[in-house]
């Protein structure tokens, strides 16, 4: 983590699961359902949780805690997560 605590794999994971719960919740309390952030396409797509800045990177550059961050993680469609990967 950026304060030099060590944290492992599993309260990472914890903590992820966690966090895309309360994106998810987060977005449907807001507008009533879920939906792609770019595209905005809903009914029939698979929407995934996906991270601006990678779990991978994060853990990386010692700032685990980015994983877990409502702020680094939006929700999008399969098909924009996967331009968004290709990117990044």
């Known amino acids: 983590m950026s304060s030099g605590d060590k944290v492992s794999k599993s309260v990472i994971d914890s903590r992820t699961r966690e966090a895309k719960?309360?994106?998810?919740?987060?977005?449907?309390?807001?507008?009533?359902?879920?939906f792609c952030e770019i595209c905005t396409r809903s009914g029939g797509v698979r929407l995934d949780c996906s991270h601006t800045i990678s779990?991978?990177?994060?853990?990386?550059?010692?700032?685990?805690?980015?994983?877990?961050?409502?702020?680094?993680?939006?929700?999008?469609?399969?098909?924009?997560?996967?331009?968004?990967?290709k990117l990044y």
Do not use: P
């Not at 990177?57 to 098909?79: H, P």
């Open 21 to 34: 719960r309360l994106v998810l919740s987060i977005q449907f309390d807001e507008y009533g359902y879920n």
């Open 55 to 85: 779990v991978d990177k994060a853990q990386k550059t010692g700032r685990s805690e980015l994983a877990w961050s409502v702020d680094n993680i939006r929700i999008l469609c399969r098909e924009c997560h996967q331009k968004h990967d």
